[in-house]
């Protein structure tokens, strides 16, 4: 049986809504960060070397980065959904973005968290201007300008169908929800990314969607 190892506000919540949406069965192993660090617990580090979340394992299998879980998992039990058909274009579209989502848009994400942590960590008195200042220009000069621009892309990318790679879901989808999840807690989607903003709501509202939240630890990137 899957098994998957899910940390609280992690990356493991879409793939939890994937296991939801191919109905399969599996069980769900939790994990708590640590309440000071927010690290993940030294117990992942028994399933896998890196500690990381989230992590599947079936049978002798196991997998810890979030594309290739997703992909393993359409490609094994999703007999054809959530994937388009193979050498069709919209093909080549959705194994890019599952890509895409971790290795494009996320690292300037995880940039604006450190930056803007950066600037309230506690330092002594005499450096935090400096800190702030690198901070604030590293963010107005580079970070930020390159997610207006993947969003806009995104934007465009969502105007013909609503979907990121055909006229249905696929596993795309489902990776891209993580970062644009991320994205909407900071940006006003609603008035300046409006497909993003209807992508959002529509996935939210989705059954195997809330299933997925109810069946979770705490998932939110506010």
């Given at each position: 049986m899957i098994t998957l190892h899910y940390l609280e506000n992690s990356r493991a919540q879409r793939i939890l809504w994937l296991l939801e949406e191919l109905g399969v069965k599996y069980e769900i192993k939790h994990y708590r960060r640590n309440s000071e660090t927010m690290l993940a617990p030294p117990e992942?580090?028994?399933?896998?070397?890196?500690?990381?979340s989230p992590i599947i394992t079936d049978?002798?299998?196991?997998?810890?980065?979030?594309?290739?879980?997703?992909?393993?998992?359409?490609?094994?039990?999703?007999?054809?959904?959530?994937?388009?058909?193979?050498?069709?274009?919209?093909?080549?579209?959705?194994?890019?973005?599952?890509?895409?989502a971790e290795g494009?848009?996320?690292?300037?994400?995880?940039?604006?968290?450190?930056?803007?942590k950066m600037k309230t960590s506690p330092m002594p008195f005499f450096v935090k201007p400096i800190a702030k200042k690198i901070a604030n220009k590293i963010l107005q000069s580079f970070v930020s300008p390159n997610i207006k621009s993947h969003l806009s892309y995104l934007e465009n990318e969502l105007a013909e169908t609503g979907w990121f790679a055909g006229e249905?879901?696929?596993?795309?989808?489902?990776?891209?929800?993580?970062?644009?999840?991320?994205?909407?807690?900071?940006v006003d989607m609603q008035n300046k990314?409006?497909?993003?903003?209807?992508?959002?709501?529509?996935?939210?509202?989705?059954?195997?969607?809330q299933k997925a939240l109810e069946n979770g630890l705490p998932y939110q990137l506010g």
């Open positions: 992942l580090k028994k399933v896998h070397p890196l500690g990381k049978g002798e299998v196991c997998i810890a980065e979030s594309a290739a879980i997703v992909e393993y998992l359409i490609d094994h039990y999703g007999n054809g959904k959530l994937r388009p058909k193979l050498n069709s274009p919209d093909y080549l579209i959705y194994r890019e973005k599952l890509h895409y494009s848009i996320m690292p300037f994400l995880l940039l604006t968290l450190i930056f803007n249905e879901m696929t596993g795309a989808d489902i990776m891209m929800s993580f970062p644009l999840e991320g994205a909407a807690a900071r990314y409006p497909n993003i903003k209807a992508f959002l709501d529509k996935i939210h509202g989705l059954p195997n969607y």
